[in-house]
């Protein structure tokens, strides 16, 4: 199947980070299937990470990743049209069936399907509490689930940040896939896959280039070496922000 919005926006994004001089340093890559479906179950620590957890399927003969992203991003009038035309899968959080049957469906179809298990970015640059969205969909399927690590990214656009100098390098690690087979137990899975994402970024924090004496490195998770809040602070963080969205959408009527 022709995807010409899709190939339009990966030439378009590669065009982009070559623009910044962005150094891929990847990882594992054997470890993705040249065909049949796969769930990508990928940490998320900037708004780029869709991006750039797709390039290394784009690297194995050309494969495109099904990400599923909240379905407010495709009412979003500029990246709606855009999601909806490279085919991504929109999640209702408060009806979530309905998306599971999408990626279900594409993953029987032999895609591959990109998931974010810890459903909103880390704050800590650690990998937070996860759903068993990612495992349910791989056993339901019959399909393996390969855990990804994407690093750097929350140094150009995360939040609070958008640094668009030169020069800087994205890290993937991809491991080795789950196996998820029917009737498992999906918590034992769901920390098996959060314990296999933790020793992903790990070792990819470990080749990570190391900041230069003096500069903080606030993008290091603090037990890395790092000023990044702890996972702790992090939710803290994140409920504070939650409680003051609440509030607008209350002033709003919204």
Not at 193 to 199: A, I, P
């Amino acid at each position: 199947m022709a995807e010409p919005v899709y190939r339009s926006v990966i030439w378009t994004a590669k065009t982009f980070f070559a623009s910044l001089g962005i150094r891929f340093d990847i990882v594992g890559q054997e470890h993705l299937p040249r065909s049949g479906g796969a769930v990508l179950a990928v940490n998320h620590t900037s708004y780029l990470d869709f991006a750039f957890a797709g390039i290394p399927a784009d690297r194995v003969g050309r494969r495109l990743v099904r990400f599923m992203a909240k379905d407010s991003v495709f009412r979003h009038p500029v990246a709606g049209p855009l999601m909806r035309g490279m085919r991504h899968i929109p999640v209702d959080r408060d009806a979530g069936s309905q998306a599971f049957r999408d990626a279900v469906g594409n993953l029987k179809a032999g895609e591959l399907v990109g998931v974010f298990p810890e459903a909103t970015m880390s704050r800590s640059f650690e990998i937070k509490e996860i759903k068993n969205g990612a495992v349910r969909m791989a056993a339901a399927s019959g399909t393996p689930l390969i855990p990804m690590i994407v690093f750097g990214g929350q140094r150009i656009l995360g939040y609070g940040v958008k640094d668009f100098s030169r020069g800087k390098t994205i890290a993937i690690t991809i491991g080795e896939p789950i196996p998820c087979p029917r009737g498992s137990d999906f918590d034992q899975l769901t920390l098996d896959l959060r314990t296999s994402l933790q020793r992903l970024l790990d070792l990819t924090i470990d080749r990570y280039p190391p900041a230069p004496t003096g500069v903080d490195a606030w993008w290091l998770p603090v037990r890395r070496g790092g000023t990044a809040p702890t996972l702790e602070q992090a939710e803290q963080i994140d409920a504070a922000a939650r409680q003051a969205k609440l509030e607008r959408r209350a002033q709003t009527g919204q």
